[in-house]
């Protein structure tokens, strides 16, 4: 069997999530490592149990218990975010592998529920908390997944195409920030307390819930 061949096959079966909770960026490097360095195929979670069979069925190889270290298998969640305290700071769109996030910069973010693929990768870069990820209440298809891979090598070729970076995780962060941060017309003292005033505001709030 060609390789490419074989990498296209396990990159099938893998969920397309591109939360990297398997130690890669994204679903194709993991593919590649299994193909090429007989990286272990139980540490992806959104594929879970059925994933790992599935994977071990093609290369003829054990079935293994998921590798809990990159975490629990778990239903479906979807990102959301309270527009009423979203500061429009663009890092959650900057983090998010398939474009789900749409915004601009100063301006309310919103989430695209259908295109999510709760990686939750948008949570931890938001300054104010804003940012919940909520049960989708259905499962993840493989025409979610087609949808998934076709959206982040969209995404993979946008950037690739404005910024000579490389197409790791935080380069392709840094490589969408450019052109929001040209964008702005407020000064970095500006930007930065609002970002403030919004953190003092998102503390108030929690310790009032």
Known sequence: MPLTSLVDRIDAILPQTQCTQCGYDGCRPYARAIANEHEAINRCPP?????I?????????????LDESCGS??????AVIDEAHCIGCT???????VDAIVGANKLMHTVIADRCTGCDLCVAPCPVDCIAMVPANRLWTANDAASARRHHQQ????????HD???????????NKAPVSRAADDDAAT???????????????????
């Open 191 to 209: 930007r930065k307390q609002v970002i403030a005033d919004a953190l003092a505001r998102a503390r108030a709030r929690r310790q009032h819930s």
């Open 155 to 162: 995404r993979q070729a946008r950037l690739a195409a404005l």
């Open 165 to 175: 970076e490389s197409s790791g995780l935080a380069a392709r962060t840094l490589a």
């Open 53 to 65: 069979r599935l994977l071990a069925e093609l290369l003829e190889v054990p079935q293994l218990p």
């Open 73 to 78: 298998h778990q239903a479906l969640n979807v």
């Open 47 to 51: 594929g879970g149990p059925d994933g």
């Open 91 to 97: 890092l959650c769109i900057q983090a998010c592998p």
